[in-house]
């Protein structure tokens, strides 16, 4: 199964509503999961189940979608919010990244 | 406190061999799946092999072959035992625990520092 993330880089401004879209190849239903990346650093888990938000992590983020088509949604943008984004979807057999959605500052 | 720490990368020539290391605390392996990621330099996240609670192993297609995934519970430690390495194979690789059931993916929640491996002549 192929991801497809887009944009793969966008410039907004603190305060900002950002989206970011996965699409997968296939339907993967709750299969699906959302990274958070900043230089130097290991990825962190933001949204699981596709939509439901990892325990710390703040409620600005949020998650939807389902089957093929998947949406992080950012609301009021925060300077710590800049970093690169993955989506993820599991199958038996593996387990696919999305290419990546850096979020830089305008 | 539940955490993973990788290790054994280094500097290696093309076709040599590596073993990384993915001790885990605060928690025991057998309760989850776990998996190694790697990421090469400016690039973005790439899975390269699991094992689930059941014990069975998965690799991606650029590994295949060359990678064994395996675990020693006495030792609550992950390992990924790398052949026939290639320059393609430099990156940082991640250890990284996961959960799942019948209906939901529960994410990878904890994640190793992660371990650079540069195959170089």
């Known amino acids: 199964i192929q991801l497809t993330q887009s944009p793969s880089s966008l410039s907004a401004s603190v305060g900002d509503r950002v989206t970011i879209t996965c699409r997968a190849s296939q339907g993967i239903s709750n299969y699906f999961a959302w990274y958070q990346q900043k230089p130097g650093e290991a990825p962190k888990l933001l949204i699981y189940a596709a939509s439901t938000l990892q325990s710390g992590v703040p409620s600005r983020f949020s998650g939807s979608g389902s089957g093929t088509d998947f949406t992080l949604t950012i609301t009021s943008l925060q300077p710590e919010d800049f970093a690169t984004y993955y989506c993820q979807q599991l199958t038996y057999y593996s387990l696919t990244f999305g290419g990546g959605t850096k979020v830089e500052i305008k | 406190e539940v955490q993973l720490s990788d290790s054994g990368g280094g500097l290696v020539q093309p076709g040599e061999s590596l073993r990384l290391s993915c001790a885990a605390s605060g928690f025991t392996f057998s309760g989850y799946a776990v998996s190694w990621v790697r990421q090469a330099p400016g690039k973005g996240l790439e899975w390269v092999s699991a094992?689930?609670?059941?014990?069975?192993?998965h690799y991606a297609d650029s590994v295949k072959g060359r990678c064994t995934i395996s675990m020693d519970n006495s030792r609550n430690t992950l390992y990924l035992q790398m052949n026939s390495l290639r320059a393609e194979d430099s990156a940082v690789y991640y250890c990284?625990?996961?959960?799942?059931?019948?209906?939901?993916?529960?994410?990878?929640?904890?994640w190793g520092l992660g371990t650079t491996v540069t195959v170089s002549s």
């Open positions: 094992i689930g609670r059941d014990g069975v192993t």
């Open positions: 990284a625990r996961y959960s799942y059931d019948s209906s939901n993916f529960y994410g990878m929640d904890v």
